[in-house]
């Protein structure tokens, strides 16, 4: 079974609005990654939040931790349609990274 | 952007032929990977290397073969490719030094198509 989990799998707004996507994971980590792809692209690192951190910003990023439910949010505000991507979250509980499946979002104009 | 680059981008080829896919970094990371995504799907790590002639599996089982003689380079060959194999290969490479699992930098990897 998976390490982590995005959750919504797809999500479509508009311009302006705030998009928020969740990850779950099922064993303790060190550190959890959150990655961009656009399309036919590979992935480009966003944000690394430790597991004795609760909440990190990066410009209009902005991810939570919560270790004792063990899930993370990343919230982009004011989106704009160039943050129509997927979303990945990459947990460490091994020697490696595994990523979620993603989530896929839409921002329309 | 980061500096690593995958040839080719993309690879239409006949079954039973050999496949290699190339992976150069120039920021001097030892650690290396190559991760197998379906379109719309999860990475699913397949090989890994700690650095020169240090390679490893990943989670994923595949019938490709890595090798690392290069710290720069870590390329992935099919000896004979199958349709199965059709997928999007992405390489990738990050920098233990820095301590516990350091941010991925990703090539914009190589969409095989096999027929």
């Known amino acids: 079974s998976q390490q982590g989990e995005e959750d919504p799998q797809a999500l479509s707004i508009q311009e302006g609005e705030n998009a928020t996507m969740n990850c779950s994971y099922k064993t303790s980590i060190n550190n959890l990654q959150w990655y961009r792809q656009n399309s036919g692209r590979g992935l480009v690192h966003l944000i690394l939040?430790?597991?004795?951190?609760r909440e990190k910003h990066s410009g209009r990023l902005r991810v939570t931790l919560d270790t004792s439910k063990k899930s993370s949010s990343l919230l982009i505000t004011a989106s704009r349609a160039a943050d129509t991507a997927s979303y990945f979250c990459?947990?460490?509980?091994?020697?490696?990274?595994?990523f979620g499946p993603g989530t896929r979002l839409s921002v329309l104009p | 952007e980061a500096d690593i680059y995958q040839t080719p981008r993309y690879l239409v080829i006949g079954t039973g032929k050999k496949i290699t896919l190339e992976c150069s970094q120039t920021?001097?990371?030892?650690?290396m990977y190559w991760y197998q995504q379906d379109p719309g799907m999860e990475l699913h790590l397949i090989h890994y290397?700690?650095?020169?002639?240090?390679?490893e599996k990943g989670d994923l089982s595949s019938e490709s073969t890595v090798s690392r003689i290069r710290t720069e380079h870590f390329p992935l060959t099919l000896e004979s490719a199958r349709p199965s194999h059709t997928s999007q290969y992405l390489c990738?490479?990050?920098?233990?030094?820095?301590?516990?699992?350091?941010?991925?930098?990703f090539g914009d990897g190589t969409r095989l198509s096999i027929l």
């Open positions: 990459a947990t460490d509980a091994s020697q490696n990274f595994v």
């Open positions: 939040i430790r597991s004795n951190e």
């Open positions: 290397s700690y650095g020169v002639n240090s390679t």
């Open positions: 920021m001097g990371h030892d650690k």
């Open positions: 990738a490479s990050s920098d233990p030094r820095q301590g516990g699992n350091q941010p991925q930098h």
